[in-house]
C-alpha cells in the first residue's frame, strides 16, 4: 500500500560530559552497535538511524527541532546509556511533535561480578537513567511509550517494532483524506460525528462529494482498461457464473470494475486514500460498489458503509499500522446465542475486504435486495480462524473514544448457501455476553475494523498518541 513517506526512526542516547571523553566515545559506539544489530535482525518494520549521544541542553533542543522538520522521520526512541540530567530535555522534549519512546535497557544484559568496576558502572546507569529521564517525561505530560527490556532480546524488539508501527500509522493518520460519496444513511447516530474535531484531534480530512460527481468518471472508464482488469480478476479469484446468464454475469463483474477503476481514479487525481458508499445514494450507478469496494481495501484504501466516514479513515490507519495484511472492514451481523457456540457472524452485504480470507475467493452475482439497483457482483469466501482484534471508534460530546476487544476467530460452522456473502465468525476472548455488554454500554458501534495483524496494545497506544479515551474489552 501506498504511504506518504519513507519512513524512518532517529535513535539517541543520554549522557552528559562530566563522564569525560573517552566515556562518551564508548557510549557513541554502543549507540551505533545498537543500531546496526536493531536494523539487521529483521524485527524492526523501519529503519533506526543513529544521531548520537546528547549531553547538553541546547543539543538536545537542536535535536528536537530538527526530527521536527524532517517529514520522514516518525518518531524519536531514546536511551539513557549513562546518566543523563533530565532538565536537559525538558526544552527539547517540550517541542518534540512526534511519537517518543524511551527504551530502557542496558548495553550488556549481566552483571559481571569478578571484573565490575567504576568504568564499568559509568557505562551502565540505566538503572537511574532511566528513572530520571522517566521522571521528566511524566512531569511533563508526554504521552511516551516505555519499552523495557534487553535491547537485543526479540521480544523487546518486536515491541519496538510494534510501536513503530504505531508512530507510522499515527503519522499518516494526519495524511488520511475521505471522499464521502453522499452523506450518511439517513437518520443513523453511531455512524455520523464531529468531522472538524476528527480533523483536529486525529488529523482526517473529510469531504463530501455528489455522486454524480463520481458517476462521471466511473463512465469515463474505457473498456480496454476494464478488459485488463478482468483477466487480472480470473487471475486471483474464481469466476463462478451460477444460475446467472452468461451476459448477466459477465456485465455485473465488469461494471463493478468499472466502478473499481473510476473510484480509483478519483481518489487518486484528488489525494484520498479512504471513502464510504451509501446505499441509499446511488444516483447514476447501476449497482451499489461491492467487488469495487473490496478490491480497492486490498488495494490498501479505507472503507466504510452508509457514509461511515469514521470507520473509513479507522481502517486505512489500521491498514497502514497492520501493512495492509489481514484486516478488514466489518459489521456485526447476527449472533449465536446456544450455550457453548457463542459467536458473532461478522459480515455487510458486499465489502468484506478479502485479506481476511481463509479460502479462495469467488467472484458471485446476487441479488442485494437493498438499495433498489441491479444485481451486484461480489467476493464471497470464509474468513479465517486465529487470534484478532476488533475495534470501532464512536463520537461523544466530550471526545472520541476507541472501543476494542480481542477475539478468537473462527471459520463459519457449516456453509451459508442462502448468504451468498464474505463472512466472519468471531467470540470475545472474555465472553460474547460480557464482551458485547461492555460494548453496548460504552456506545461502541456496529461498524468495526478487524484485525489478524495487530494487537491490544498498539490499540492503546494509538488512543495515547491521539490523546483520546479507549476501552479494551479484556
Known amino acids: ?78 536511551w ?81 517494532g510494534q510501536w513503530q508501527d504505531v508512530a507510522v500509522a499515527y503519522d499518516e493518520s494526519f495524511q488520511t483524506r475521505v471522499a464521502r460519496f453522499g452523506d450518511n444513511m439517513r437518520n443513523v447516530a453511531v455512524t455520523d460525528g464531529d468531522r472538524v474535531e476528527a480533523q483536529i484531534k486525529l488529523g482526517w480530512t473529510v469531504d463530501y462529494y455528489g455522486v454524480g460527481d463520481l458517476v462521471e468518471v466511473v463512465n469515463a472508464v474505457s473498456e480496454a482498461d476494464i478488459d485488463n482488469a478482468y483477466e487480472a480478476l480470473k487471475q486471483d479469484y474464481d469466476l463462478v457464473q451460477g444460475d446467472n446468464s452468461l451476459e448477466k454475469y459477465t456485465h455485473s463483474v465488469r461494471y463493478q470494475l468499472r466502478e473499481y477503476l473510476g473510484i480509483k481514479k478519483f481518489l487518486d487525481d484528488r489525494g484520498y486514500n479512504a471513502f464510504t458508499t451509501n446505499f441509499e445514494d446511488l444516483w447514476g450507478l447501476e449497482q451499489l460498489p461491492g467487488l469495487a469496494a473490496q478490491l480497492l481495501m486490498r488495494d490498501g484504501y479505507g472503507f466504510g458503509a452508509e457514509g461511515d466516514w469514521k470507520t473509513a479513515a479507522l481502517s486505512r490507519v489500521i491498514k497502514v499500522m497492520a501493512h495492509n495484511q489481514k484486516t478488514s472492514f466489518m459489521e456485526d451481523y447476527t449472533l449465536d446465542l446456544r450455550k457453548g457456540h457463542e459467536a458473532i457472524l461478522g459480515s455487510h452485504m458486499l465489502e468484506v475486504d478479502p485479506s481476511i ?99 491490544e496494545q498498539q490499540i492503546e497506544d494509538l488512543a495515547v498518541l491521539y490523546g483520546i479515551k479507549s476501552v479494551a474489552i479484556d
Open 80 to 160: 539513557m546509556h549513562t546518566f543523563s540530567p533530565a532538565k536537559n530535555w525538558i526544552r527539547g522534549t517540550r517541542l518534540l511533535q512526534k511519537p517518543l519512546l524511551h527504551l530502557a535497557t542496558q548495553f550488556h544484559n549481566n552483571i559481571p561480578y569478578d571484573t565490575i568496576d567504576f568504568d564499568y558502572m559509568n557505562l551502565n546507569q540505566s538503572a537511574h537513567g532511566d528513572r530520571e529521564y522517566g521522571y521528566i517525561n511524566a512531569r511533563l505530560g508526554i504521552h511516551n511509550k516505555v519499552v523495557y527490556g534487553y535491547w537485543d532480546d526479540p521480544d523487546v524488539q518486536t515491541e519496538i
Open 357 to 455: 480470507a481463509s479460502n479462495k475467493p469467488r467472484v458471485e452475482v446476487h441479488p442485494l435486495d437493498i438499495g433498489g439497483k441491479a444485481d451486484p457482483a461480489r467476493l464471497v469466501f470464509d474468513g479465517s480462524q486465529g487470534d484478532a482484534v476488533d475495534v470501532t471508534l464512536s463520537d461523544f460530546r466530550d471526545g472520541f473514544k476507541l472501543i476494542s476487544y480481542p477475539v478468537a476467530a473462527h471459520k463459519p460452522e457449516a456453509a451459508t448457501p442462502h448468504l451468498p456473502v464474505a463472512k466472519q465468525l468471531w467470540t470475545p476472548k472474555v465472553g460474547l455476553k460480557q464482551g458485547a455488554t461492555t460494548w453496548i454500554q460504552n456506545g461502541g458501534g456496529h461498524h468495526t475494523v478487524f484485525s489478524f495483524a495487530i494487537t
Open 1 to 78: 500500500m501506498a504511504l506518504s513517506q519513507k519512513y524512518e526512526f532517529w535513535f539517541v542516547a543520554g549522557s552528559q560530559a562530566l563522564y569525560g571523553e573517552e566515556t562518551l566515545r564508548e557510549v557513541k559506539a554502543d549507540g551505533q552497535t545498537m543500531a546496526d544489530r536493531l536494523n539487521s535482525e529483521g524485527k524492526l518494520p523501519y529503519p533506526v538511524v543513529f544521531k548520537g549521544v546528547m549531553t547538553t541542553a541546547a543539543g538536545i533542543t537542536q535535536f528536537m527541532k530538527d526530527v521536527n522538520y524532517h517529514d520522514n522521520v516518525a518518531g524519536v526512541i531514546t
